[in-house]
């Protein structure tokens, strides 16, 4: 499994920006389908964005229009870009990646630690 590590959670306000970064320890994960869930307390964990090897991306409704997610290959990295954040976007958000693009999102698939977002004034 690849190793993946969360960056640039913290503290915002309502209609502020933030933008999540994930570095995967290996190359070869330009060819994999990565994707951003998040959880927030009390509630099940959910897909947030999903972006696959070829750059396809799919968001979750509640965030459409609001957040981006992309990719750098030359750098073993996906972002997460979040505008206009809400306090209903306070979760705690996890990195998720697998060459296989059905298997994103599972216990096979490789996960973050996560980094906690917190939208609030």
């Known amino acids: 499994q690849v190793q993946l590590v969360e960056s640039g959670g913290g503290l915002v306000q309502p209609g502020g920006s933030m933008r999540l970064s994930c570095a995967a320890s290996?190359?070869?994960?330009?060819?994999?389908?990565m994707a951003w869930y998040r959880q927030a307390p009390g509630k099940q964990r959910e897909l947030v964005a999903h972006?696959?090897?070829?750059?396809?991306?799919t968001y979750a409704d509640s965030v459409k229009g609001r957040f981006t997610i992309s990719r750098d290959n030359a750098k073993n990295t996906v972002y997460l870009q979040m505008n206009n954040l809400k306090p209903e976007d306070t979760a705690v958000y996890y990195c998720?990646?697998?060459?296989?693009?059905?298997?994103?999102?599972?216990?096979?698939?490789?996960w973050g630690q996560g980094t906690q977002v917190t939208v609030s004034s």
């Open positions: 998720n990646a697998d060459p296989l693009s059905w298997r994103v999102g599972t216990k096979r698939s490789s």
């Open positions: 290996e190359s070869s994960s330009s060819i994999y389908a």
């Open positions: 972006i696959s090897s070829g750059g396809s991306t």
